[in-house]
């Protein structure tokens, strides 16, 4: 039987095994399962909507998401771990764009960020941060469930707009995202950033 419910702390092992796996290439797999454990941890307290979905016992997969503009609050939150996760990890200074993302936190940290057009016209953002299934699963539809359930309980919380971003190589994604409903705002050097209204309201 398919459940799809919140995530809580006895579940982090599990989306940390199925984020490894889904983002195997991704920098922050690279800086180990103590700055993974710190990333997810802070969802789960500071998030908006975060999933795991199970079949019997198995957990599947899961999806999280938090108010746009959780990246100041994130990386200032996590900084620590996240430096002592860098010291412990030497080999992802030479992983491509480390540099650059590391610039892109200290930015976020002392610095305030630019607001997207959406945000001007007071419209309330929800980023998907992430969303990752076991490979198993995969072509099964469990994706598409959580993010229904996820698509549902950001219009029950208020949200008008979802927002997100994917590698531009990630043809899987952008397929699965143009499918649901997302239109392409921007490009970001090597992202594409997509966001679905999911509200009629215009404000």
Request: with cysteine.
């Amino acid at each position: 039987m398919i459940e799809i419910k919140p995530i809580n702390i006895n579940y982090l092992n599990e989306v940390i095994f199925i984020h490894k796996e889904a983002f195997k290439d991704h920098l922050n797999v690279h800086l180990g399962d103590l700055y993974l454990e710190t990333f997810f941890k802070w969802f789960i307290l500071n998030g908006k909507i975060n999933l795991i979905v199970k079949n019997e016992n198995d957990i599947c997969g899961y999806i999280v998401g938090a108010e746009y503009g959780y990246q100041k609050k994130m990386s200032q939150d996590i900084l620590v771990k996240a430096v002592v996760s860098i010291l412990f990890s030497p080999k992802v200074f030479l992983l491509s764009g480390f540099w650059e993302n590391v610039y892109k936190r200290i930015k976020g940290v002392f610095f305030k960020a630019a607001q997207p057009n959406d945000r001007i016209l007071n419209k309330r953002i929800i980023s998907l941060v992430g969303i990752g299934v076991k490979s198993k699963y995969y072509g099964t539809g469990l994706a598409s469930k959580m993010f229904d359930e996820f698509e549902q309980l950001s219009k029950k919380s208020d949200f008008d707009v979802i927002r997100l971003s994917v590698y531009e190589s990630n043809n899987r994604a952008i397929k699965f995202y143009i499918n649901k409903g997302f239109e392409v705002t921007s490009k970001n050097n090597n992202l594409i950033i997509f966001k679905k209204n999911i509200t009629s309201d215009t404000h």
